[in-house]
Structure formats: structure tokens, C-alpha cells
């Protein structure tokens, strides 16, 4: 007889599985990262040659991007999978759901938060963002695209099953969103004015534990229940 | 309960739309055995079947597995199941070997080759084709293959002949026959007669009107 492969392994295939899908349907997964580029670029020429404002709002401005960028992949982590039923043989793995839901998070975020990291910097330095603040700009689109990741994984997971779970959706994710996005913003306006931004680190750190330790199991349990 | 029962329901009820499918559906399963779940469209079939799964929770009642209920199991009775259901499942952008390597990840591989699996179910000549552009029947097939790579003792098929040729049909049998002949079980539901001779084959035939 044969063994399981263990979860590691299991873990790992799906990841790669993702990453070839996405791969296969790049127009698809760069559609969110294009809007992010298109709406940080639109605002120097909505506002005008205004560079102390820009600078001041560029926090906000690409945080709130990022956020708008992430809500419209978000429903790409299960759909087609549930469409084609692929998720039914998934749920009946022989290995921890959960884990298996966190392989295909991990895949999005690559995906969909990475290539955030790269062009931030550019964009931040379009905006005229101070170069001490662009240091904690990366560290929070690290730390915060995870959660915003993980987060929107159990919002997809409860309205996949639905005809039209889009408003609803946004309406279940944007709060949760909310808190990642305040202090993210707050942390690079500190870093801005030179101040310490520890503090906001920190309490985004705890959001991405938070959501990496509870997210998995949430989204697994949602998942059931969107496929019975 | 006899020791050799392997698969067992007791008391099994759905309820769909406020509409009483079945209630105290009662059967065992032995190893060998094949249970052909018959009835017209909306009886509750499929259901049934997706109860057995697990994807599906029971309206009363409960699925035994060796005498354990099968919502104590979990992986442990996943990793004997093998479901194909109405969806494929397999992904229309990964090729046809790409799609059988996943589903030997997710379950326990088979002793077999993934060549021969494809070689068994006439798709050989596809391994590394995109299964997007096959045909229904092809993807069928491919969809079934995931049987054959699976080390799974229940097989768990819900119209598996759809858009099957008579050919294909005829060779899925077969496959069967040999699958219960090494001790497996199967319980599915079909439209198609097919003709099992010398298995231990059980019926349950599900009423519609209530």
C-alpha cells in the first residue's frame, strides 16, 4: 500500500498548481495591479502640480489602492475552482482542509500582494513620499497585503456559492479591512515626520498572526458550506 | 452489524427545498459490493451521494465507515473515497498529466504509473494536451482516471457515463468489475444500464413524489 503524501508536500503542489494557473491566466492577475498603478497615477493629475499636498495625502493614496486592488482579485482564489469542481475534490482531500486552503492564500498573495512591493516604491517616489518614509511604506504593504489576503479568503469563501456575492462581498471584507488600512497609513505619516512607528508595526503584526492563525480554519468551514 | 460491513447508513434522511427526499435509508456495504442508487430526476440521487461524501450534511442519521461515523474520520475516511460527481473537476489550463498529479497530492497515490492510468482510459496521446480543448467525453474520461490514480477503496460516481461513447462506457465497466473484484466498493448512480455479471450488486430505488 501506498502512502499520503505528507502535508508539506500536498501544501506545496497546490501552491505550484496555483502559481501555473495563474501563470496560464496572466491577463487575468494583472488586471489588480494594473488598477493600482492607473489609480496612484491618476491622482498627481486630478490634483494638480501640488507637491506638498500630494506628498502629505501619497500615504493614503496608495493604501487605499492597494485595498481597491486586492477587493478585485479576491473573488479569483476560489471561483474557478468551485465552478469547475474542483474545490468539491479538494474539500474531500485526505489532508487538513485548512492547510490546504492556506497553499492557495499563500498562492494569491504572491500573485496579487508581491508585485505590490515592487512598483509601490516607484509609485511613492512619483508621489514625492520623503525617502525616510519608504522603508516602513514597504514594510507595511509586507506585513498588510497577507492580511488583506487572508481576510478576503473567508469572505470568498461564504458568498463563492452565491449568484451575485459581489456587493455582499465588499460589504463583509471592507471593515475588516478597515483597521489594516489606518494603521498602515498612520505608520508611513510617522515615518514621514520622523517619528517612531513601532507601535503601528506592531499592532499589524498582530493582525497578520491573528488572521494566519484563524483565517485558514474560517475560510475551511466556509468553504463546506458554500459546497453543500 | 456483520464484522465484514465496511460502509453502513442508519436512519438516513434529506430534506431539500421543505421537500422529504428520503428518510430511513438503510444500507451496508461490503467489501466487493456495488450499490446502484436508481430513481427519476429530483429524487434526491445526488444528494444521497454527496451525503455519503461528506460535502453534504445528513438531515438525520448517520454514515458509518468500519462501524465509525464518518464526520469523526475526516481525512481518514477521505483518503479511502474517490468522488466524481456532475463538475469534472479537473482544470481546463493544466494539462491532462498536470491534472491527475494533483489529484494524486490530494489522495493517496496508486501503485500504478500515471502513463498507464492515461494508457487504461485511451488518453495517452493527450498527456501533455491542455484539457481545455478536449472533448466532454474526453474530459469524462479524465475526470474517472482520478480513480485510477488514487489508491481509494470507495468509489463514489455520480453518472459517470455522461457523454461517454459506448466503447468508453463498455471499458469503464470493465474497470469496475476489476475494482470490485479487488474488494472495492462503489456506489453510484446511472441512467445507462450496465451489466455487472457475477457481482454483488444491491439497488435502492429512490421515489420522487411525496
Redesign the interface.
Known sequence: ?????SLL??FV??LR?DL??AL??RAEYTMPLLFFVLVITLFPLALGAEPVLLARIAPGIIWVAALLAAMLSLDSIFR?DF????L?????????VAV?VLAKVSAHWLVTGLPLLIVAPLLAEMLGMPTSAQGTLLLTILIGTPILSLIGAIGVALTVGLRKGGIILSLLVLPLYVPVLIFAASAIENAAMGFEVSAQIYMLLAFLFLSVSLSPWATAAAL?MS?? | MSTSTLLETRDLGCIRNDRQLFVKLEFALEAGDMLVVEGPNGCGKTSLLRILTGLRLADGGEILWRGVPIDRLAGDYYEQVAYVGHHDGVKHELSCLENLRLARAMGVPSEQSLDDVLEQVNLYAYAETEVGSLSAGQKRRLALARLLATDSMLWILDEPFTSLDRDSMAMFALLFEQHLEQQGLIVMTSHHDISLPGQKVQRIHLGAQT
Open positions: 500500500m501506498s502512502h499520503r503524501l508536500q500536498a503542489f497546490l498548481r501555473l494557473l496560464r491566466n474557478s465552478d469547475d469542481g474542483s468539491e475534490q479538494i474539500l474531500l482531500s485526505a489532508h487538513p490546504l463546506r459546497a453543500s
